[in-house]
T-cell receptor, first 113, second 111 residues
């Protein structure tokens, strides 16, 4: 089955800095890669996703890049703000209409004012 | 438009008991997936329901079972509860595609 590795497990940055979280996956058939943000005590919320036919996707301050050859994808947050502090999870799925997700273990991002 | 809803919010049970958790999907969604999230971990896939049938299953024992109703809502049942079943149980809905939207979860504590 699919295996997703995520690092770092914790990331501390100063407000305004950039943050990068990286994930690798094992199944070359995976073709959909979402990122979720989970604040303490709340549900995971989809913040951005990318499909395998695209190398990069951007939405305001967040972007995701995908390297299918190397089987890794990354989340980039620019101009970080204290409200970006949360746990971020990457995930991968075989897609094909089944949409079952395999998650990484999460990265706790702390943005200090 | 209501998003994904789950009930109850919190639940406390003792070892050996049985529990039923409920999920109502986002309006228009027909697929429901259940995940277990242990403290400090990422969600782990339990199973997925589509057209009232279990379509896929993760690496969970038969003590975990589910059901989907004609209105697409779903239940997760766990029998013979163990201490290790204590976790946040998340339901996610989708429309036979990729994007999954999560409910607020049910926090289960087994004593």
């Amino acid at each position: 089955g699919e295996n997703v590795e995520q690092h770092p497990s914790t990331l501390s940055v100063q407000e305004g800095d950039s943050a990068v979280i990286k994930c690798t996956y094992s199944d070359s058939a995976s073709n959909y890669f979402p990122w979720y943000k989970q604040e303490l005590g709340k549900r995971p919320q989809l913040i951005i996703d990318i499909r395998s036919n695209v190398g990069e996707k951007k939405d305001q301050r967040i972007a995701v890049t995908l390297n299918k050859t190397a089987k890794h994808f990354s989340l980039h947050i620019t101009e970080t703000q204290p409200e970006d502090s949360a746990v971020y999870f990457c995930a991968a799925t075989l897609g094909l209409g089944y949409s079952t997700l395999t998650f990484g273990k999460g990265t706790m991002l702390l943005v200090s004012p | 438009d209501a998003g994904v809803t789950q009930s109850p919010t919190h639940l406390i049970k003792t070892r050996g008991q049985q529990v039923t958790l409920r999920c109502s999907p986002k309006s228009g969604h027909d697929t429901v997936s259940w995940y277990q999230q242990a403290l400090g971990q990422g969600p782990q896939f339990i199973f997925q329901y589509y057209e009232e049938e279990e379509r896929q299953r993760g690496n969970f024992p038969d003590r975990f079972s589910g059901h989907q109703f004609p209105n697409y809502s779903s239940e997760l049942n766990v029998n013979a509860l163990l201490l290790g079943d204590s976790a946040l149980y998340l339901c996610a809905s989708s429309l036979t595609g990729y994007e999954q939207f999560f409910g607020p979860g049910t926090r289960l504590t087994v004593l």
